[in-house]
């Protein structure tokens, strides 16, 4: 079984500046999906960026990039330039590959969840 | 992009009722959906996976006599909250995906509380 954490539960930001939100996943799989989704207070989820394991270049997506690190199980959100409309919860989270087989794929197996607010 | 629809947004219902919440793909059809479940400041917990015309599949510990799932057609899943009880309060999510169920499409969810 897949887990996911995220050690963080809450972060703030000043507007315009970085934050990195932390995730780190546990599996056996070699092919998987990394993703960050965002929930904002109206609760519909977003997906922000998305990673394919056996890709090595890091996936970014305006202000937002993530880093990698397959060995280490590592899967950190960038967010550059802040803005106030950033402020949500931010889930990162796994899925297997469709190569993996089994009658897990396309499970989303979420982590904890942090809690990211930008100040003005 | 992918349009993801639940109806209805908010629900309140007393003890012992059934409740029945629609998840609906509006511009694509979507051979499988996914049901979850979120409680306050927490993370979305999967209950089941359905495929279109087949039974849904349901994670451990979640009662699929309770929670009925049904997945009708390409564009519409249902989930029933039978006999619903205080404890079954919470925020249902559904997601679709067509093809390839890689790239999930939330719907906005729907709060019920159960006096």
């Known amino acids: 079984a897949q887990t996911v954490t995220q050690s963080q539960p809450e972060m703030s930001v000043q507007e315009a500046e970085t934050v990195t939100l932390s995730c780190t996943y546990d599996?056996?799989?070699?092919?998987?999906?990394l993703f960050w989704y965002k929930q904002p207070p109206s609760r519909q989820m977003i997906l922000v960026i998305r990673?394919?394991?056996?890709?090595?270049q890091n996936a970014t997506e305006n202000r937002f990039s993530v880093n990698f690190q397959k060995a280490a199980k590592s899967f950190s959100l960038k967010i550059s330039d802040s803005q106030l409309g950033d402020t949500a919860m931010y889930f990162c989270?796994?899925?297997?590959?469709?190569?993996?087989?089994?009658?897990?794929?396309?499970?989303?197996?979420f982590g904890q969840g942090t809690i990211l607010t930008v100040h003005p | 992009g992918a349009v993801v629809s639940q109806h209805p947004s908010r629900v309140i219902c007393k003890s012992g009722t059934s409740v029945k919440i629609e998840c609906r793909s509006l511009?694509?059809?979507?051979?499988?959906m996914f049901w979850y479940r979120q409680f306050p400041k927490q993370s979305l917990m999967l209950m089941a996976t359905?495929?279109?015309?087949?039974?849904?599949?349901?994670e451990q510990g979640v009662e699929k006599d309770k929670f009925l799932i049904n997945h009708a057609s390409l564009t519409l899943s249902t989930l029933t909250v039978t006999s619903a009880h205080p404890e079954d309060s919470s925020f249902y999510i559904c997601?679709?995906?067509?093809?390839?169920?890689?790239?999930?499409?939330f719907g906005p969810g729907t709060r019920l509380t159960v006096l």
């Open positions: 599996t056996s799989e070699n092919n998987y999906y």
């Open positions: 511009d694509f059809q979507a051979t499988t």
């Open positions: 997601s679709a995906s067509g093809g390839f169920v890689d790239t999930q499409y």
């Open positions: 990673q394919e394991a056996y890709k090595q």
């Open positions: 989270a796994f899925m297997k590959h469709a190569n993996a087989g089994g009658t897990s794929y396309g499970k989303l197996t």
């Open positions: 359905s495929n279109e015309g087949s039974k849904a599949t349901y």
